[in-house]
């Protein structure tokens, strides 16, 4: 996408006059080296979350804008953000979630994130900390609305948060939304997974393949009003969705178990190449 097409989208509006793309937003370059730079780092440093920014940065996607207008100025779009300015409130407010019926989508999300020791407001004051400049247009929107849906993936697909579910998320995120750097963690991580792991039968590869399937396979998430998802039964949001049982990932931890292998574990004897952060 060249800088008079980033232009155009600097033209379009939503109905309150919200630019789509502020004209001071950087045009992003592809970078494909500085991307596997970053990414060689960040296997060394996994702390460094700035490392994730460079790689995306890094790969823009070609159809990122048109995905932002799509959603963005479309009427749904004006009502999830009239409906829904602020995820973090909605999602970390456990005591109004709670009051949902047993079984629903919010009680799973709590029960994930309190075990997890999680909160939205915590991810979001983590990618405050990069520093990154920040713009009052509809680009923000949908990144910040991106990154606020992330641990709803973890519930929906049923990857964890060990090392292998991470990367499983990362590429049923590239099947939502394709990104390059989304393919590069997550087949970078997983080849890095089988390679501590070597001679284990476990089907590492199988299951980032199907969590690209799945992602790819169902609507988008932050499409959804995700306060009225969240009161839903857990099983027919999954349903709706079409996001079948992780198979291939289950499959994995079942082998890893029996072979002795701790599957939330498995890089511990490498501290610097554990867990790839997501994006």
Request: with cysteine.
């Amino acid at each position: 996408m060249t800088g008079s097409d980033h232009e155009a989208y600097s033209q379009m509006f939503a109905a309150d006059g919200t630019v789509l793309r502020h004209p001071d937003r950087p045009t992003p370059r592809y970078r494909p080296l500085r991307a596997v730079r970053s990414f060689q780092a960040l296997i060394k440093d996994k702390e460094d979350t700035s490392l994730v920014f460079k790689i995306f940065e890094s790969l823009p996607s070609s159809d990122f804008l048109d995905r932002v207008s799509r959603l963005a100025l479309s009427e749904r779009g004006e009502m999830l953000r009239a409906t829904e300015p602020s995820l973090p409130e909605i999602l970390d407010d456990h005591a109004a979630l709670r009051r949902t019926p047993k079984g629903s989508l919010a009680h799973a999300y709590c029960d994930f994130m309190e075990a997890e020791g999680l909160s939205a407001a915590g991810l979001v004051a983590e990618a405050e900390r990069l520093g990154r400049p920040k713009y009052p247009d509809l680009v923000q929107w949908f990144i910040e609305r991106s990154r606020d849906t992330h641990d709803l993936f973890h519930i929906l697909t049923g990857y964890s948060r060990d090392a292998l579910g991470e990367q499983c998320v990362l590429l049923f995120t590239h099947g939502q939304a394709p990104s390059q750097g989304h393919l590069l963690i997550g087949y970078a991580g997983a080849a890095n997974i089988k390679k501590m792991v070597k001679g284990s039968a476990a089907p590492v590869f199988g299951a980032v393949r199907q969590a690209q399937r799945t992602g790819k396979g169902a609507p988008q998430l932050m499409a959804y009003p995700i306060r009225e998802l969240l009161a839903r039964p857990l099983a027919d949001v999954r349903a709706e969705m079409r996001i079948p049982e992780p198979t291939q990932y289950r499959e994995c931890h079942r082998i890893w178990k029996a072979e002795g292998l701790d599957p939330y574990d498995l890089l511990s004897s490498k501290p610097a190449e554990t867990e790839l952060l997501a994006a």
